[in-house]
């Protein structure tokens, strides 16, 4: 029985699937994306939404609370369109920042496991920056913006449309009031990271093993509760290891140094494996 156990052990793989966040990821924050995006954030608040006053330190506070700067703008009043959002903020990035990475995209071929996209990225964004990446055919498939948060189509928004009384500059001071007196911030309708239920869909759409899955993110939050939800975790960006990241990679290059077993568990017929050409990328992924 113990010698059975033992071949069990030995053909049983530890990872039946890594799971990629996107940006910041799988290219360095060095490209300059991440600071375009955030200028086209503010920009939208003050053209779109019409919000004067503290822009920059709202969005960062919005962003800190609700996974998303779109997530706390939808919580905290503002009622616009979701394409009309992505198509501004993500519509006009300079994409030429990004090159293509031949030495990573040979690196996921090689890896004989289901590799999935998990980005709070909208699916054009995702499919744009892994074309210009190389990346295309790298993925089993991709879980989105649209993927967790289908549209409502009985609920059509009006850009620019506020509740009444809501504090919208004052989100600071709103979250000071909260822990002095224990009430709870306004929720948002948007699924995303760091959020455990955006998690519980993505095992669920997926048919994702967290104890078997390895998630790759350059955000310290998201892998917090990917490590609460049963995720082993790889922190890239940074070589500094905590309690929440088993693994930390100072690059996404650094895979296989730091993670030999991906390669040496593999069975040898299922080396360089290679999706088809076309991505799934709308709002299911391949199981």
């Known amino acids: 029985m113990e010698y059975e156990d033992q071949i069990n052990q030995a053909t049983d793989p530890k990872y039946e699937c890594l799971l990629f966040d996107l940006d910041d990821t799988l290219y360095p924050l060095t490209s300059g994306i991440s600071s375009e995006v955030t200028k086209n954030i503010q920009e939208y608040m003050i053209k779109k939404l019409g919000i004067k006053e503290n822009v920059p330190e709202l969005c960062v506070s919005l962003y800190k609370h609700y996974g998303t700067t779109m997530a706390g703008l939808k919580a905290i009043g503002y009622n616009f369109e979701y394409d009309d959002f992505h198509s501004f903020v993500h519509g006009r990035l300079p994409y030429a920042m990004l090159k293509p990475d031949p030495v990573l995209r040979n690196l996921l071929l090689s890896i004989p496991i289901r590799k999935i996209i998990f980005t709070n990225a909208d699916k054009n964004h995702a499919a744009r920056v892994l074309n210009r990446l190389g990346l295309e055919d790298c993925f089993e498939g991709i879980i ?23 504090a919208i500059v004052d989100i600071n001071g709103y979250c000071s009031a909260v822990l002095d007196s224990e009430l709870k911030l306004p929720s948002t309708p948007v699924v995303c990271k760091p959020f455990e239920n955006a998690f519980e869909q993505v095992f669920k759409i997926a048919k994702i093993n967290p104890q078997k899955t390895l998630f790759f993110d350059d955000s310290i939050r998201n892998l917090q509760t990917g490590k609460k939800m049963g995720l082993h975790t790889v922190w890239v960006g940074t070589s500094h290891r905590t309690d929440s990241v088993d693994y930390a990679l100072e690059s996404i290059h650094n895979i296989r140094e730091a993670l030999p077993e991906l390669w040496e568990a593999a069975d040898e017929n299922t080396k360089n494996i290679r999706y088809s050409g076309k991505i799934s990328i709308e709002t299911t992924v391949r199981a």
Not at 153 to 163: L, T
């Open 144 to 166: 989105c913006f649209e993927t967790l948060n289908p549209i409502n189509k009985e609920n059509p928004s009006a850009v620019g449309d506020i509740k009444p009384d809501t």
